[in-house]
């Protein structure tokens, strides 16, 4: 049932818990799954996905990899740096302009020496047609080429997390908790998709929780169960209807843009647990569940599991939002 899979994380990632920051916020138990320590230069939850979207690309003899994303998207310079390490061409469509001097992820991505295509947010919308079109070129040049969805979210990335889910339950068991919520930031519907499933195929305990980065919870339950729908085609598989938990309302200004408070929860779990979360993704999902938390939520248990996605190259074209301001009390 499984499809191709190349090794490329450090498996499995430390679950650890936030003894000090779940003091000061007064309960439950958090725990974080550090997956952003997979590696290949901190590639985070994008490195589990990647092992099956590269495996799938290397099965079809794929010779240059496709895919797209905002001009800071971590799902786009994990995937060149992947591909560089695999020895296949890359090409990124960014959304977005071309930004001098580069910094944070989208330098990466021309460290990589991958090709980057640039589209404004109209042609970002025809992805499917620029992604044709680059595909008749490359084979006109007799190259193969395969695409990655944004985020490599679709039903081959959701293996990724599927797989996840059983190593969280090898985590629980190892830590003897049994954690009401596993809490993740949703920006591509991908890694909550793979715990949904991978909570029903393993018998993961606790509710999978997602706070959505962007778009709105309708979106997000829309495109997961599209592409749960499609893996159990693809894969042949029968499940029933699972439950899709998204705590909408935090998305703040915008995807890649966050509040105040945002920029504050970053500084206090770095000054608590030496632990970088950034404001894209990781940062703007944890001060969320904060929120909840002060609100009364994610009480009715003693444990609570935080997926740190990873995102920390996101964080440096940020830095002006910082300043010097002191550390928040939680």
Not at 57 to 72: K, P, Y
Not at 138 to 156: C, H, L, M, Q, R
Not at 170 to 176: A, E, L, N
Request: aromatic fraction near 8%; proline fraction near 5%; glycine fraction near 10%.
């Amino acid at each position: 049932m499984i499809p191709p899979r190349i090794s490329l994380a450090r498996l499995p990632t430390p679950l650890t818990c936030l003894t000090r920051l779940s003091t000061s916020l007064g309960g439950p138990r958090i725990w974080m799954k550090r997956d952003d320590l997979t590696e290949i230069a901190a590639s985070g939850n994008k490195l589990r996905k990647l092992e099956f979207s590269m495996g799938q690309a290397l099965e079809e003899s794929a010779t240059v990899i496709m895919t797209a994303g905002g001009v800071q998207s971590n799902h786009c310079r994990a995937t060149a740096l992947t591909a560089a390490r695999l020895g296949l061409k890359c090409h990124l469509v960014l959304r977005g302009a071309e930004r001098s001097p580069a910094d944070g992820n989208l330098l990466l991505d021309e460290l990589t020496g991958c090709r980057i295509s640039y589209a404004s947010a109209s042609e970002f919308a025809e992805l499917d047609r620029i992604f044709a079109d680059l595909s008749i070129d490359y084979e006109k040049n007799g190259e193969k080429a395969f695409t990655i969805p944004v985020g490599a979210s679709d039903e081959i990335g959701l293996w990724g997390y599927i797989e996840a889910a059983a190593e969280l339950a090898t985590d629980f068991s190892r830590h003897d908790i049994d954690p009401g919520y596993v809490i993740s930031a949703a920006g591509s519907g991908g890694t909550l998709g793979g715990l949904i499933l991978g909570k029903h195929l393993h018998g993961l305990a606790g509710q999978m929780v997602a706070f959505n980065v962007c778009d709105d919870a309708a979106y997000f339950k829309a495109k997961i169960s599209n592409d749960v729908a499609a893996w159990q085609t693809r894969y042949g598989q029968n499940v029933p209807r699972l439950p899709i938990n998204i705590i909408d309302g935090y998305v703040g200004p915008g995807y890649g843009r966050a509040d105040e408070h945002v920029y504050e929860t970053i500084r206090l779990v770095a000054s608590l647990e030496g632990i970088v979360l950034d404001p894209v993704y990781t940062g703007k999902a944890f001060d969320g569940f904060i929120q909840e938390l002060h609100r009364g939520q994610f009480k009715d248990t003693d444990d609570v599991v935080f997926v740190h996605t990873g995102g920390i190259f996101g964080l440096f074209p940020h830095r002006e939002q910082f300043g010097n301001s002191p550390t928040p009390a939680a």
